[in-house]
C-alpha cells in the first residue's frame, strides 16, 4: 500500500505537465472560444443598442425616438436605457457588474482564477450624440457595432474561467470628450496600480468600406500610440486573428505620437497597452469617408445600411463578427484560458485509476 501512496503523490505532483503534455479533447480551446462567436447574436444586441430611446428594451425609456446622448446628468433616456441594457446582459453572463464613475460607465468582471491582478479589458463606447424628434440619431456603426462587439465577447468568454480577470466595459461621454474612459483610468486603473496586460478598443466596427471609395479593401484599421507596448500588443492581435480568423483582412498598423479619438487613447497616453480596432483610421472618417457618420442616417434600416444609397456600402455583419472573433482569440490567449474543472477532474481520475491498476498488478506478480 506504501507504494501505492507514494505513487499516487508523484502522479499528482506532475499531473500539471501530464495535463498540458496530453490535452483531452473534451477541454477547451481558443479555437473553440472563437467557434462559438456568433453572427446572428452579434447582429441582435447591435440592433437592440441603436434602438434605444424607443423603450423597445424597457419602455419607460420612450422618448419617441432613438437617441444615446451621454452628457448631462444621467443622459438621455436612450442613454439609459442602453446603461440598463448592458448592466442586465452582463449579469445574465455571470459577470461582477458596477456602474462606475461620475459619468456611468457599465464594467462587467470576469475575476482571474491565478493572477486576478493582471486585467485585460475589451470596451467600447455605448452613447452617441444627442438627437431630437425628427432628427433621431441611432448611431448603429457609431458605436453600437463596438459596444455589440463587447457584448459579444462577453457572452462567449464569460462561459470559461482564465487565469487573469477580463473587464468588459460600456464607456459613456466618448463622444462629449472622452469623459467615462478619463474618468476611469484617472480613477480606477492609476490609482489602483493594475496591471493592465491590453486594452482592445471596439469603435465603429461595421462598414469597412469606404463611401467615397467603395473599391477599398475590405479591412480593419487598427489605431495606436506609437509605444513599444501598443504597437507590441497591437501585433498580438494581428498574430492571433491571422491564425484564428484568417478571413479578417487587417490594414498596417497605424501609429501616431499620441493616441486620440477614441477610449484606447486615455490608456494608451498613460502608458497601458492599448489600441482601437476601427473601420477606417479617424483622419479618414473625420475627412468623409463615412457619409453618415454622426447622421440621422446612421441606422440598419436607414441609408447606412442600403445598397440603394449613393454610396452603396452596406453594414457587414460578418466583417465585424470577425473582429469580435479575432477579440476573443486574442484575449483567450493573453489571460490564458483555464481547462475545464470537470476536465481535470475526469483526467486526474484516469491518472489515478491507472496508477492503482499497477499496484494491484505488481501486488498480484510478488
Known amino acids: 500500500m506504501k507504494r501505492l501512496v507514494v505513487c499516487l503523490a508523484v502522479i499528482v505532483s506532475v499531473s500539471g505537465v ?27 444586441y447591435q440592433l437592440a443598442v441603436e434602438s434605444m430611446g424607443l423603450g423597445l428594451y424597457d419602455v419607460s425609456y420612450n422618448q419617441g425616438y432613438r437617441d444615446r446622448d451621454g452628457w448631462a446628468g444621467d443622459g438621455s433616456l436612450g442613454n439609459q436605457e442602453a446603461r440598463l441594457y448592458l448592466t442586465d446582459q452582463f449579469t445574465t453572463f455571470g459577470l461582477n457588474v458596477t456602474i462606475q464613475g461620475s459619468y456611468l460607465n457599465v464594467v462587467g468582471e470576469l475575476p482571474g482564477t491565478a493572477s486576478p491582478n493582471d486585467v485585460v479589458i475589451v470596451c467600447g463606447h455605448y452613447d452617441h450624440i444627442g438627437g431630437s424628434l425628427g432628427n433621431e440619431r441611432p448611431g448603429g456603426d457609431d458605436n453600437a457595432s463596438g459596444t455589440a462587439g463587447v457584448l459579444e465577447a462577453a457572452r462567449v468568454l464569460s462561459q470559461y474561467q482564465f487565469e487573469s480577470t477580463i473587464r468588459f466595459i460600456g464607456f459613456n461621454a466618448e463622444e462629449d470628450g472622452l469623459w467615462g474612459s478619463k474618468d476611469y483610468v484617472n480613477n480606477v486603473v492609476a490609482p489602483g496600480s493594475e496591471n493592465v496586460l491590453g486594452v482592445i478598443n471596439l469603435d465603429m466596427i461595421l462598414r469597412p468600406g469606404s463611401d467615397k471609395a467603395p473599391s477599398e479593401p475590405l479591412d480593419l484599421d487598427l489605431l495606436t500610440r506609437n509605444t513599444t507596448a501598443c504597437t507590441d500588443w497591437a501585433d498580438t ?3 492571433a486573428a491571422g491564425t484564428y480568423v484568417p478571413s479578417l483582412s487587417i490594414d498596417s498598423l497605424h501609429a501616431e505620437s499620441s493616441a486620440y479619438g477614441s477610449d484606447h487613447a486615455p490608456f494608451a497616453n498613460a502608458g497601458y497597452p492599448a489600441f482601437l480596432a476601427i473601420e477606417n483610421t479617424a483622419s479618414e472618417i473625420w475627412g468623409g469617408a463615412n457619409e453618415y457618420y454622426h447622421g440621422p442616417e446612421d441606422a440598419s434600416d436607414r441609408a447606412a445600411n442600403d445598397p440603394g444609397s449613393l454610396s452603396g456600402v452596406t453594414y457587414d455583419y460578418d466583417f465585424a463578427t470577425d473582429v469580435v472573433a479575432a477579440t476573443v482569440a486574442t484575449v483567450s490567449q493573453t489571460a490564458t484560458l483555464v481547462p475545464e474543472p470537470g476536465t481535470l477532474v475526469m483526467l486526474l481520475a484516469g491518472v489515478a485509476g491507472l496508477a492503482v491498476l499497477g499496484w494491484r498488478r505488481q501486488h498480484r506478480l510478488g
Open 237 to 239: 492581435f494581428i498574430t
Open 18 to 44: 501530464v495535463l498540458t503534455s496530453a490535452p483531452s479533447s473534451s477541454a477547451a480551446t481558443t479555437a473553440d472560444l472563437v467557434g462559438q462567436v456568433d453572427p446572428a447574436q452579434y447582429e441582435a
